[in-house]
């Protein structure tokens, strides 16, 4: 029974926000019988909520306890303060995020003031190949995982690097410089840059996200890394 309320659970994506119930039980493979009855006691306890609409949505008890994991509550924590700080001198959309098998996992975003496409979200996983802090993720990743990710190389933007040879030279540019940068890759119009967090065990990716960075990439190059630094600190001093 267990396996099945997370068979229902696991319907839900970012593509996927909102499903009504017919659409939860085809999505999870559960007879509607079931999906009504297990989205009911999944709904009282609080970790389903109903809209006006009669769609179901993921509730607040499941995101009360996502905070409770070490990636949200301990890297959150300790970047936070860093995250805030980078914000306030850029004024740009910063990113905050780990790898999860062969995707960017997005644990923080503070949204900048100038109108940039940001796909993103809290929560939200994107492909390493297409993103900057995912080529810094790939880039110190193990080679079983870059071998993965250089076997799904998809097109997302008439920019997104597809070519095997060109992807490894910018990871090798990556572990040698220290940044890694991104021109309309994810969507058209945005350009980024990021950088890694921990020293020889990068722990997560540190990124900023602006429309152009032909002018401004060596400050903001400077700022993640000095955000970086601050962030693995106070990591090390926490264990």
């Known amino acids: ?29 559960l007879p509607l019988a079931t999906a009504h009855r297990l989205v009911g006691e999944l709904h009282r ?13 993921i509730g607040r008890r499941l995101w009360d306890l996502g905070l409770l994991a070490p990636v949200q509550s301990g ?33 923080d975003r503070l949204a900048g003031h100038v109108s940039v496409p940001v796909v993103s979200a809290v929560g ?21 995982v870059r071998a993965e990710a250089f076997g799904r190389l998809t097109r997302i933007t008439p920019y997104t690097v597809t070519q095997p040879a060109r992807l490894a030279e910018q990871l090798r540019r990556v572990r040698a410089e220290g940044y890694a940068t991104t021109g ?3 969507s058209l119009g945005a350009c980024s840059v990021a950088v890694p967090v921990g020293g020889d065990s990068v722990v997560a990716a540190l990124g900023i996200v602006v429309p152009d960075l032909r002018r401004d990439k060596a400050r903001l190059v400077a700022a993640l890394q000095v955000a970086a630094r601050g ?9």
């Open 1 to 29: 029974m267990t396996s099945r309320a997370l068979d229902l659970l696991g319907a839900f994506d970012p593509e996927h926000r909102s499903l009504t119930l017919s659409e939860l039980a085809r999505r999870s493979g």
């Open 45 to 57: 306890w609080g970790a389903l909520s109903r809209l006006a609409s009669g769609e179901y949505v």
């Open 75 to 107: 890297l959150r924590q300790a970047a936070s303060p860093f995250l805030h700080d980078l914000y306030g001198a850029t004024l740009a959309t910063v990113h905050l995020a780990v790898r999860d098998g062969c995707e960017v996992l997005y644990v």
């Open 124 to 144: 939200s996983r994107l492909p390493l190949h297409a993103t900057g802090v995912g080529k810094v993720l790939l880039a110190y990743a193990p080679e079983a």
């Open 184 to 186: 309309e890759e994810m």
């Open 231 to 239: 962030i693995a600190r106070t990591l090390a001093s926490a264990e």
